[in-house]
Structure formats: C-alpha cells, structure tokens
C-alpha cells in the first residue's frame, strides 16, 4: 500500500486521486499535513502538484528522509507532549493519511488534535483498511499485530464524524482493500 516508489500503478492511481481531491476544494490547496508520513511517498506526489508539505512521522529515520526531500515532517505524533511543532495556531488548507489510523491506541483523540490543525474550509483525505471486505472473505491473515483498530464503512465514518469531521464522501478502492474517506472539518 505504502510503496509508491516501488509502483508505477499505484504512483499513477495517487497522482490522480490527489488531482481530484485538490479540486474538490473551493480555494486552492497550497498547504498539507501529513499524519504518518512515511518517508514522504505521498508528501513527494503531493508537492509535484505545487503544494507546500508538512507532517508527522513516528520513525526518527523515515521523517529525516522527509525532512531531506523538502517536507516539513517532524519526529512524533500529534497531541504529544514531546511534539509542540504543530499547534492551534498552524493552520493547512488540507489533511491526509494513508493506512494510519488504525495503528493508533486512541484514533478519536488524535483525530480531534488533528482537526485543530485544518482551517474552516479544509478539507481531508483519510484511508484505513476496509474490514468489511476482511470479514466478507474471512481473510485472517489480515489481522495484526500492531493494527489497534478496524473499521467498517459504518464504524469509519462515526469516528470521523465524532472527531471534528464531515463525511462527503466513502468509496472503497484497491480492490476494496482500503476505505478512502473525503471529510471536510465540521465548524
């Protein structure tokens, strides 16, 4: 999921999935936060598209090589209190993040920090995988180990919606492996 430097396709889907979502919104994107940012496989598409990146990174090596392509990541996560780089006052005109959330011990505590980063009009792109398509093939070895959560279309949504965030829009993609959420923050 994670290998857009190692996939044509996926580099290709992501290109014009971010596109799309770009003009979704009725301002231009120039600014993005990245939660779990990875070594910036996402971050890199998105500043192609001339928008200023920025983000947090658990791994200390994976944010350096974010930090060495021109993205503003920091080592941490959102809300602690070692990490005080991203606060109220910083404010982006777009959120993402890409099979994250559902590594986290309280995702609806760090998505309502997260929500504070985003201005009014912002809107976010939050994908997890899908547990309705695990359960319906009964695909156990998706099951792991530091995966804390596991949503379905239904539970997704109300996590978003209790976190600060409204739903447009929930599709399913990669073969309905992953759900892909458009949220806007909810004023």
């Not at 990490?83 to 993040?97: E, G, I, M, Y």
């Amino acid at each position: 999921i994670r290998s857009n430097k190692l996939s044509r396709e996926l580099t290709k889907f992501r290109t014009l999935q971010f596109q799309e979502f770009s003009n979704l919104s009725s301002e231009p994107i120039t600014s993005l936060f990245e939660l779990g940012a990875g070594q910036g496989e996402h971050l890199d598409i998105f500043q192609s598209l001339g928008i200023k990146t920025a983000g947090v990174e658990g791994d200390a090596q994976s944010s350096a090589v974010c930090v060495s392509k021109g993205h503003t990541v920091y080592h941490g996560f959102i809300g602690s209190s070692a990490n005080t780089r991203f606060d109220k006052t910083v404010k982006f005109d777009a959120l993402a993040s890409f099979n994250f959330i559902e590594h986290l011990p309280k995702p609806r505590e760090t998505l309502l920090k997260l929500s504070q980063l985003i201005i009014d009009s912002g809107l976010a792109l939050f994908e997890v995988p899908n547990f309705d398509m695990i359960i319906k093939h009964s695909l156990f070895n998706e099951f792991i180990p530091d995966h804390r959560c596991y949503f379905t279309k239904d539970s997704f949504c109300s996590l978003l919606s209790t976190s600060g965030f409204e739903v447009i829009s929930m599709d399913t993609i990669w073969d309905g492996y992953v759900l892909s959420a458009v949220a806007k923050k909810r004023v």
